[in-house]
């Protein structure tokens, strides 16, 4: 079992940034590739980014490519995903995950992650 819980969604202007925080509890952590997604109102859940177990790999969405950065901290069992240049449209509800046992083929799917927290939203106002 694994538990996530996401912080530091808020409203911003257009081209501010906010840094998204994801802690995880009960599984060892550095052992797991760690997602974000984020779902808008109406819209299907999509993916934003991953990072493998290491930190060695790191997964983008075209979309958020040159802006987001994804990065982990095993010692504090942290995921962070730092959003730079925001946009209205990037306007959601951004949820962590946690791929334990799915394959790595997976990831950019929600189906790839067994977990899931519980979301924090993020407003860009423009």
């Known amino acids: 079992q694994v538990q996530l819980v996401e912080s530091g969604g808020g409203l911003v202007q257009a081209g501010g940034s906010l840094r998204l925080s994801c802690v995880a509890s009960g599984r060892t952590f550095s052992t797991y590739t760690m997602g974000w997604f984020r779902q808008a109102p109406g819209k299907e859940r999509e993916f934003v980014a991953a990072?493998?177990?290491?930190?060695?790999?790191?997964y983008y969405a075209d979309s958020v490519k040159g802006r987001f950065t994804i990065s982990r901290d095993n010692a504090k069992n942290t995921v962070y995903l730092q959003m730079n240049s925001l946009k209205p449209e990037d306007t959601a509800v951004y949820y962590c995950a946690a791929q334990i046992t799915r394959p790595l083929r997976r990831t950019w799917w929600t189906d790839g992650y067994e977990y899931w927290g519980q979301g924090t939203q993020v407003t860009v106002s423009s």
């Open positions: 990072i493998t177990w290491s930190g060695g790999s790191t």
